[in-house]
């Protein structure tokens, strides 16, 4: 399973030893404004050319508005940004009929496109007569709800075999993390400090100290 990283702050786009390579960095108009930026295309550009620089494989980029004219502005600069960075540019938009002529706008660029918000199966088949490439339910919105986030989340793993791929968003807990591992879940989405807290365990620290101990009695005492 692939890990995204969720959030608009540089500092944060590269995690610690024992945790696995990240695939991209996934922002939306939110994370944007929380790392204290404003919701323009140079900051999108900045973000390209950062990921960049870290050598980050993918960038997802959420539109602000569904304006076909603002998305084909936008899109003009960012798609020959992503090929001077090296980086795969993927285009996040609400699961929404309103966005629908900004789909259809995306897909004239050949960038692949990411559903975000989805919540529902209905959803879910009209996500796929959009020839989305990916969709990103928020796991933690539905369980609140009082949804049952399981199976929606093995019927988007029944679609990757259409090639419609699940992006598992906002993921904060490690039961699950496995769980969407163990269901084969294309990807899914991470705030930097979760990721870095899991890259150790105090269960494995514990067996790394009685380790310790044991090498240290064995080397004090050597069977004879």
Same mark, same amino acid.
């Given at each position: 399973?692939?890990? $995204?990283?969720d959030?608009?702050?540089?500092r ?7 945790c +696995?390579?990240v695939q991209?960095i996934?922002?939306n108009?939110?994370l ?6 404003p919701?323009? /295309?140079e900051? $999108? ?7 960049g620089?870290?050598?980050l494989p993918?960038?997802?980029l959420q539109?602000p508005r +569904?304006? #076909?004219?603002?998305s084909?502005?936008?899109l003009?600069?960012?798609?020959p940004?992503?090929?001077q960075a090296?980086v ?5 938009l609400?699961?929404?009929?309103d966005w629908? +002529? #900004?789909?259809?706008?995306v897909?004239?660029?050949?960038l692949?496109?990411l559903?975000?918000g /989805?919540?529902?199966p ?12 990916f969709?990103a339910?928020?796991?933690g919105?539905?369980?609140a ?8 989340v093995r019927?988007c #793993? ?5 090639g419609l791929q ?9 039961? #699950?993390l496995?769980?969407l591992?163990?269901?084969g ?7 930097p400090?979760f990721?870095?807290s899991l ?7 514990a ?5 310790d101990r044991?090498v ?9």
């Amino acid at each position: 399973m692939k890990l $995204y990283l969720d959030t608009a702050e540089i500092r944060h786009w590269q995690l610690p030893a024992g945790c +696995p390579p990240v695939q991209g960095i996934t922002t939306n108009p939110t994370l944007i404004q929380q790392a204290g930026l404003p919701v323009t /295309l140079e900051t $999108y550009l900045h973000l390209l050319r950062k990921a960049g620089t870290l050598r980050l494989p993918e960038l997802m980029l959420q539109l602000p508005r +569904p304006d #076909v004219a603002e998305s084909h502005e936008w899109l003009s600069h960012l798609l020959p940004a992503a090929g001077q960075a090296g980086v795969r540019l993927t285009i996040k938009l609400p699961c929404h009929p309103d966005w629908e +002529p #900004v789909i259809r706008e995306v897909h004239a660029w050949g960038l692949p496109l990411l559903l975000t918000g /989805l919540s529902n199966p209905m959803q879910l088949l009209w996500a796929k007569s959009q020839n989305a490439h990916f969709v990103a339910p928020y796991l933690g919105r539905l369980h609140a709800d009082g949804r049952d986030i399981w199976t929606l989340v093995r019927a988007c #793993v029944a679609m990757q075999r259409d090639g419609l791929q699940l992006l598992a968003a906002s993921i904060k807990e490690a039961p #699950v993390l496995s769980e969407l591992i163990a269901c084969g879940a294309h990807a899914a989405t991470v705030r930097p400090e979760f990721a870095a807290s899991l890259a150790t365990d105090p269960l494995t620290d514990a067996a790394m100290a009685q380790f310790d101990r044991e090498v240290e009695q064995s080397l004090r005492h050597p069977l004879g």
